[in-house]
C-alpha cells in the first residue's frame, strides 16, 4: 500500500514537470514568433544568443529594404552611417523623380539650387501647355508676350473649331463676323439634316422657305417608303390603301388558283 502512494507521487511529479516544461516551451515558441514579426510582446530574455542576432539582422535588412523602395516607414536612425547615406542619395533622388514628373510627393525645400532651376524651368513648360491645349489649369502671368500671343491664337482657333463643330465649349460672342458667318452656316446645315432626316433636335423657325419645301419632300419620300414597305407608321391614307388592295387581289389570285388545281384533281 505504502509502496503504490509512493509511485502515484511519483508518477504526479513527474506529470507536472512535463507539463511545466511543455508550457515553457510553447511560451518560447509564442515569443519567438513575436519577435520576427516585431511585436511589443516580445522578451528577449528568452532568446538564446544565435536567436537574437539572427532576429536582429533580419529587421534590419527588413528596415533598409523600406528605406530603400519607399514602401513603408523608414527608420534611418537605426541603419549604419554608409546605408544612412546610401538610402539618402536614393530619396534625394526619388524626390527629384516625383518633381519632374509631378508624380508622386514633391518638397522642392529638398532640391539642391540647380535641381529648382531644372524644376521651375518644367512647372513653366507645363504651364504653357496647360494654357494651349486647355487641359489644365492656366497661369497666364507665367507667359512671356510671346507666348502669351500665341495662346490667345490658338484658344480662338479652339474656340472655332468647337462652334464648327456644334461642340457646347463654343463661345460665340468671340467671334469675328466672318467667323460667326462660318458657324452659322454649319449650324444650319446641321438643323437642316435633322428636320429631314428624324434624327437630332429640328428647329423649323430656322427654316427658309426651300428649307421648308426640302423637309417636306424628304419627309413624303420617307413615308412613301414606309407604307410601300409595310412597316412603322403611314401617315398617308391613299398610300397605306394602295399596298393593303394588292396584297388583297394576291391573296385572292392564290385562293382561285388553288382551288382550280383542287377542282381538276377531284374530277380527274
Known sequence: MQRALIVSVLLVFLGSSALAQISVGSSKSDNLRDCLDGFDTCD????????????????????????V?????????????????????IEHRRNLLAC?????????????????????????????????TGAETCDYTLLSPAELA??????????LLACETGDELCDESILTPSQEKQATAVDHEKNLLAC????????????SPSDAKE???????????????????????????????????????????VHATHSTLYEQ
Open 44 to 67: 528577449r530574455s528568452l532568446l538564446t544568443a544565435s536567436q537574437a542576432t539572427q532576429i536582429a539582422k533580419l529587421h534590419y535588412d527588413q528596415n533598409m529594404w523600406t528605406c
Open 69 to 89: 523602395t519607399g514602401y513603408g516607414e523608414c527608420s534611418p536612425s537605426t541603419l549604419s552611417p554608409s546605408d544612412a547615406k546610401n538610402v539618402a542619395v
Open 100 to 132: 519632374e514628373t509631378t508624380i508622386g510627393i514633391c518638397d522642392e525645400s529638398q532640391l539642391t539650387p540647380s535641381e529648382a532651376v531644372k524644376i521651375e524651368a518644367i512647372k513653366k513648360q507645363q504651364n504653357q501647355l496647360n494654357c494651349e
Open 150 to 159: 500665341r495662346v490667345r491664337a490658338m484658344e480662338t482657333e479652339h474656340n
Open 196 to 207: 429631314k432626316t428624324g434624327l437630332g433636335y429640328c428647329d423649323n423657325s430656322l427654316l
Open 215 to 257: 423637309v417636306a419632300d424628304a419627309k413624303r419620300a420617307q413615308n412613301a417608303l414606309t407604307c410601300e414597305g409595310g412597316y412603322g407608321v403611314c401617315e398617308n391614307p391613299l398610300l397605306q390603301t394602295a399596298p393593303a388592295v394588292q396584297k388583297a387581289a394576291e391573296a385572292t389570285t392564290v385562293g382561285r388558283t
